[in-house]
């Protein structure tokens, strides 16, 4: 018993229920096309068909082949399955020509230019049509392309995105070309329009995304301007991240095999990535550019050299005040003795600034000698400031700095620093975060936290810190070590970063199975080639990095 015609007819309704919910479903582009071709010959039951998009190319408007699909030949192009097209394929037909005249010969050209959809019965027999094309493609493959069915795919606001064709519907019980019907029109109708809305969506929420992308471009390049010491930073770290990332996301051994991020995920963490520094831009510049102990808004070691200047001054007068009052004694013996108590005067002082300035200099590690010796010139000489009162050599802010044991920044300036984390967080949180994004603020506000809880600004340890965050963190001490553009030091050798990266493993600081996939894959190498000078990659032998485990 055949079926019924409207029993035929709700089930195509059902199967475009179905193709909707598969379309809105869809992310993937190309995924997208492709199943909208496919969905549309299904429905219809045609042979094969082609998927054009409207696009702006050299600066005309023009109708590109995206997917093209044919049973009877078995193509497939484009699409995100399909092969690639032929190098001399003609990818684009143009809605106008040269000279500015709308080219109506072709059936998809006319469908766009007067927003219909055409319905061909026999290519062979159509004048209103030019099919040459078409022929001389059956004569090549020994196909026949008879009936044509076109259908302009419009947006939410009536605008023409694109364009479907089917060619050569066939009876579903004889397999013979036959034509499209009026039912089959208006199911391609609706098809189209559900195709529209999906991809329409797609591209607003690539647009989206760009938008986004964008604005965090725009924080970035702010921070770049603001400090040329840290934009090259908010860079590289998110590259490295998602480096890191891919890595882990491949690695077979032990916990990390469960590590399966999908592409929303992973974007999630490269969105931190790219946001995890997003609150210096209000950390006061001289504090993040200080590159050296005493420097605020200009480095006051001047000031200093200075003072050093005006003990020199000092010392030649009580000289030449000595010399005369031995020449008026006529007791040139004395002379002698003056000029070298003067020559040993400006040795100590020379040893002295020299000292100072040394000092000035951040370093990993300051002694408490060399502290103490700072305290001791500040206090064991004097000077008449331009208030004409005498003063310690030294202020006791100028003492505070110079002694600072590691690197350039004193407790109050890096309280300064580390705040710059808690409000990444307080900004980050205050943002409407989709759900595929809901991680961001907690991944970008945790790149300073380690594994021992000594990290900060929350102090958070192993049981409460994520994979994802474990990556960044990986990732921005990395690029620290290895950047070239600090104010308060040069960029370390690769030798040199590995090792310290290895003893920050032992100390229990970052992820000993990240570090391991870091050293394994070879990641330090491919960032190098990329982002570090050739005097920083010096040979490394992985056997011999604490910390890592081959």
């Not at 591209?203 to 301007?225: G, R, S």
């Not at 999630?268 to 997003?278: F, S, T, Y």
Request: net charge negative; charged share 25%; proline share 4%.
């Amino acid at each position: 018993m055949q079926p019924s015609h409207s029993s035929d007819l709700l089930q195509r309704l059902e199967h475009l229920n179905r193709i909707g919910i598969a379309l809105s479903k869809e992310r993937d582009t190309l995924k997208l096309l492709d199943i909208i071709l496919i969905a549309a010959k299904r429905l219809l039951n045609a042979d094969g068909g082609t998927l054009y998009r409207l696009v702006e190319e050299q600066g005309r408007q023009q109708l590109r082949f995206d997917v093209i699909y044919n049973d009877s030949l078995q193509i497939h192009m484009g699409g995100a399955t399909g092969t690639d097209f032929p190098k001399d394929f003609p990818r684009f037909i143009p809605l106008y020509n040269a000279s500015g005249q709308p080219n109506t010969g072709m059936v998809v050209t006319y469908a766009v230019l007067h927003n219909t959809t055409v319905v061909v019965d026999d290519a062979y027999a159509e004048q209103n049509f030019d099919f040459s094309g078409t022929h001389r493609f059956d004569q090549r493959t020994g196909y026949c392309s008879r009936s044509f069915l076109t259908v302009p795919m419009k947006n939410h606001e009536e605008e023409i995105i694109g364009v479907f064709q089917l060619i050569n519907a066939l009876d579903p019980e004889t397999g013979q070309v036959q034509t499209f019907s009026p039912a089959d029109r208006q199911l391609a109708e609706s098809l189209a329009s559900q195709a529209a809305i999906a991809l329409t969506n797609q591209q607003l929420i690539k647009q989206l995304e760009k938008l986004f992308e964008a604005l965090i471009a725009l924080i970035n390049t702010a921070i770049d301007h603001k400090s040329p010491y840290t934009g090259g930073h908010c860079q590289r770290v998110p590259i490295l991240t998602m480096m890191i990332a891919e890595a882990t996301q491949r690695s077979e051994q032990g916990r990390l095999k469960d590590f399966r991020p999908t592409a929303e995920e992973l974007y999630e963490l490269k969105i931190a990535g790219l946001l995890h520094d997003c609150g210096k831009i209000t950390t006061p510049v001289h504090v993040v550019d200080k590159a050296t102990k005493l420097e605020t808004l200009f480095d006051r070691i001047h000031l200093v050299d200075t003072r050093f200047e005006v003990l020199k001054r000092d010392a030649e007068i009580e000289l030449l005040k000595g010399k005369l009052a031995a020449l008026e004694r006529r007791d040139s013996a004395a002379i002698p003795l003056l000029e070298q108590q003067f020559r040993n005067r400006l040795t100590e002082l020379d040893e002295d600034r020299s000292f100072v300035r040394h000092s000035n200099i951040g370093s990993e590690f300051m002694d408490t000698a060399a502290q103490e010796r700072i305290r001791r010139i500040a206090t064991r000489q004097h000077w008449i400031g331009p208030d004409g009162q005498e003063h310690d050599f030294l202020s006791e802010d100028e003492v505070h700095n110079l002694c600072i044991a590691k690197g350039t920044l004193n407790p109050e300036e890096r309280i300064i620093i580390e705040e710059h984390v808690a409000l990444t967080m307080r900004m980050l949180n205050q943002l409407p975060w989709p759900k595929h994004l809901r991680n961001v603020a907690e991944y970008a506000g945790s790149h300073h936290e380690k594994l021992d809880g000594r990290g900060y600004h929350r102090g958070l340890d192993e049981s409460a810190l994520s994979l994802p965050a474990r990556i960044i963190c990986l990732a921005d001490v990395f690029e620290a070590l290895t950047a070239r553009d600090r104010p308060y030091k040069p960029g370390k050798r690769m030798s040199e970063v590995l090792t310290i990266l290895g003893r920050m493993v032992q100390d229990h600081q970052i992820d000993a199975d990240l570090f391991d996939v870091f050293v394994r894959e070879g990641i330090w190498q491919d960032y190098a080639r990329e982002h570090m000078q050739p005097e920083q990659i010096d040979t490394v032998d992985v056997n011999q990095i604490p910390g890592y485990t081959p």
